[in-house]
């Protein structure tokens, strides 16, 4: 299993420029989250799915947007760069039951500039 | 809404010494509760978690976790310090579908 994987590692944008963060998993785990790292404050819930074609805000959705076709994937959505997006971005799924329940696996992150 | 505190966000001890890194919790629930820890320039790994079968958890790495309801605590110690340990260290609670809730991040430093 490779678990949670995300692409890119790495990007530099732009102000204004818009772009999409990658995310896959291959435990056939229902829920899937979205969190930003900043120094200081911890992770912050961007936007979560529980299941295929339902997701909902976190704590910090705005500038980001979502969509969950399939159990597998759940690529994030940034409509217009701006520099407060700089940040470190981790997706993450956890299973709906089972011994692993309610814990989050998550992937190796995306770091993210915007100029 | 639930929340999580991590008392200092910065700690520091010499190889040898305890460890422990504080964090207090909220929660209208009884709380599912982690800590994860994070190396320079990786992802978070899972140290140890709570699920209400035992109030002291043992983790990887010789880190263990209490559980204290009455404190609404679940302090992060381990014995001895060794200087892999130096990393950041990240106290969460668990909410519906899985969602965390995590505290401000404690870095800790190990000194020879």
């Known amino acids: 299993n490779a678990g949670v994987t995300q692409t890119p590692k790495f990007q530099v944008l732009k102000t204004g420029q818009s772009m999409t963060l990658q995310c896959a998993q291959d435990?056939?785990?229902?829920?899937m989250s979205w969190y930003r790292q900043d120094p200081g404050m911890g992770l912050r819930l961007i936007h979560y799915?529980?299941?295929?074609?339902?997701?909902d805000q976190g704590e910090v959705p705005n500038g980001y947007n979502v969509s969950r076709s399939t159990t597998e994937d759940f690529p994030l959505r940034l409509l217009s760069a701006a520099p407060s997006q700089t940040s470190v971005y981790f997706c993450?799924?956890?299973?709906?039951?089972?011994?692993?329940?309610?814990?989050?696996?998550f992937g190796p992150g995306t770091r993210l500039t915007v100029l | 809404a639930q929340s999580v505190t991590q008392l200092g966000s910065h700690v520091s001890v010499s190889e040898g010494a305890l460890v422990l890194l504080r964090c207090n919790y909220s929660s209208s629930v009884p709380p599912y509760l982690f800590w994860y820890v994070q190396y320079p320039n990786q992802g978070l790994q899972l140290l140890l978690k709570?699920?209400?079968?035992?109030?002291l958890v043992k983790g990887i790495n010789g880190f263990e976790a209490e559980f204290k309801k009455s404190e609404t605590s679940f302090h992060l110690t381990k014995p001895s310090a060794h200087m892999s340990d130096a990393a950041e260290y990240f106290c969460?609670?668990?909410?519906?579908?899985?969602?965390?809730?995590f505290g401000q991040g404690t870095i800790l430093t190990v000194h020879p």
């Open positions: 799915s529980v299941g295929a074609g339902i997701t």
């Open positions: 709570y699920t209400s079968a035992a109030t």
């Open positions: 969460a609670v668990s909410g519906n579908y899985g969602k965390l809730t």
């Open positions: 993450a799924s956890s299973p709906k039951g089972g011994p692993s329940y309610n814990e989050q696996f």
């Open positions: 435990m056939n785990h229902e829920y």
